[in-house]
């Protein structure tokens, strides 16, 4: 049997039946980790947030809005403005645009825009 070309989807599938009967804990914290990144997202960037074009970009979407989770979880929580910032230096950085803009499940697409955009944002908060 050949690995899945979708690690992306392969990932998901696990997950969700790893996690298939959560604990109330689990869903308030991942609740409310989801509330906060996305507040911070929308404050920060507000209507243009994740639309490095016209439409919402998924791949832009999942990449960035992890990174900022992660960070919250974090020590040094991102602000407003770092988060501004690394928006914008994401956008700037073509191998980036690259990773989400084609082969958006491809494993090293996958890999390269999760880690550009922890990079980004970590650099935009310290």
Known sequence: MSPDPRPLSG???RYMADNRNPENTFLERSRSIFEET???IYN???????RPERAINAAFFDSFSV???????????PTE???SRAYEI???NEKFRDA???????EESVKDRFALAAEAI???SS
């Not at 920060?44 to 994740?50: N, P, Y």
């Open 11 to 13: 990932f998901l599938g």
């Open 38 to 40: 996305f507040s911070l």
């Open 44 to 50: 920060s960037l507000g209507e243009r947030a994740l």
């Open 67 to 77: 990174a900022v989770a992660q960070l919250i979880l974090s020590d040094t929580p």
């Open 81 to 83: 403005k770092s988060v």
């Open 90 to 92: 994401l956008l700037k």
């Open 100 to 106: 989400i803009g084609s082969s958006t499940s491809g």
């Open 122 to 124: 970590q650099n935009a």
